[in-house]
């Protein structure tokens, strides 16, 4: 997590911004497909606007299937493509993230500022109960090691993964694209955790520490891994990148067990790819994208009933999308944003698991083999 009040040198070596090329590629993108695109589809410029990365992303990564095609079918392809993006986030938009009778588990940096409150008073207000594990804060919850912490928080996660009971995971700090860095946990062993309570899977003893560990030696092959019931947020830098491994890693480790994955966690990136996630310092010291939502479903009122994945790509979005940018005013009207500090720009990303009809859809318009492997984990912008 970089800190923005105070220029705080990150804790990664990794570069902050994407490179030249990509930055270029998207601009072309932008200017040259997303015009033809948008006049095909039913979609407010707020709404391409949000998945117009994503749009950009999925033509990067099958630049093979398009690159064949003529112009006018490239675009009506990534025409459909659009609109798979939209129905997905259609699909999903009443799904709850925190609300009645639902379970948050926390984990927070142990160096300083960030408080138990601020995730055990946003699940308060929604009548969810609330754990949060952060080193140093005494009790069960607040073991003295940061090995002793992020133990405690993976087996918190386990039993949330084996009871069914819906449960958001939200993790607030500092964080590498594979790794949970406060605590030093990364993705395999967050997956292996997560797998590890299902009931399909039995782990070998150790997995949820090792990452890498096989399915034991006579154990019943899984009928199917169902993790539906789990959401993970990350607020911390590089978190889509992050959760993007964490979904492959969960992909992995479900083969290893030998049975169908019905369904991975939905999960809530703070910060885009290649991004740092932003803080400031001050009296409280709160990640920019959890401060947005403390704002939003805390403090301003009234509250709504619960918070859904609609408030995430609706509203934490477009205030998140300030930050780095200043609006464009004309005729007393909004009518677009400039960049002012790219810094700033960490821009939130939803991604939901794809079911196999799904997927079959996507290879179909994609024109890919039907065997074509694709991630399940899938961004909706």
């Not at 220029?7 to 930055?23: I, S």
């Not at 310092?281 to 805390?298: D, I, N, Q, R, S």
């Not at 004309?330 to 960490?346: F, T």
Request: proline share 7%.
């Amino acid at each position: 997590m970089a800190v923005a009040s105070r220029g705080v040198t990150p804790r990664t070596t990794l570069a902050a911004q994407p490179d030249a090329a990509a930055a270029a590629a998207f601009a072309a993108f932008s200017r040259d497909d997303s015009p033809r695109i948008r006049d095909r589809l039913e979609a407010t410029d707020r709404e391409y606007r949000q998945i117009e990365p994503t749009l950009w992303l999925l033509a990067t990564r099958h630049a093979a299937a398009l690159a064949p095609l003529e112009a006018a079918d490239r675009t009506e392809t990534l025409a459909r493509l659009a609109d798979f993006i939209l129905r997905m986030r259609d699909k999903h938009a009443a799904d709850v993230v925190v609300g009645e009778g639902q379970r948050v588990i926390g984990l927070l940096d142990p160096d300083r500022g960030l408080d138990p409150k601020e995730i055990t008073t946003i699940a308060g207000a929604y009548d969810a109960e609330a754990t949060v594990w952060k080193q140093g804060q005494g009790g069960p919850t607040g073991p003295d090691t940061k090995q002793a912490t992020a133990t405690g928080f993976l087996a918190a996660v386990q039993k949330a993964a084996s009871d069914r009971k819906p449960t958001t995971v939200v993790v607030l700090g500092h964080g590498l694209p594979e790794e949970i860095q406060s605590y030093s946990i990364p993705c395999e062993q967050f997956a292996a955790a997560i797998l590890g309570g299902t009931k399909q899977g039995e782990a070998t003893q150790g997995e949820a520490t090792q990452g890498d560990a096989t399915q034991g030696a006579g154990a019943a092959a899984p009928a199917g891994i169902d993790l539906s019931h789990l959401t993970i947020i990350c607020d911390d830098c590089f978190s889509a990148d992050f959760l993007e491994n964490l979904g492959a890693a969960l992909e992995r480790g479900s083969l290893r067990r030998g049975g169908p994955l019905v369904a991975l966690p939905t999960c809530l990136a703070g910060t885009n790819r290649d991004r740092y996630g932003i803080a400031d310092v001050g009296e409280k010291f709160v990640p920019h994208f959890w401060k947005t939502c403390v704002e939003l479903y805390f403090v301003r009122r009234p509250l709504p009933p619960a918070i859904t994945l609609a408030d995430f790509f609706g509203p934490v979005d477009w205030m998140m999308h300030g930050y780095g940018r200043a609006p464009i005013v004309a005729e007393g009207k909004v009518s677009g944003y400039r960049l002012v500090n790219p810094d700033l720009v960490q821009d939130p990303v939803v991604f939901v698991s794809l079911d196999d009809d799904e997927l079959a859809e996507l290879r179909t318009i994609l024109a890919l083999p039907a065997d074509a492997p694709l991630p399940r984990l899938f961004d909706i912008g």
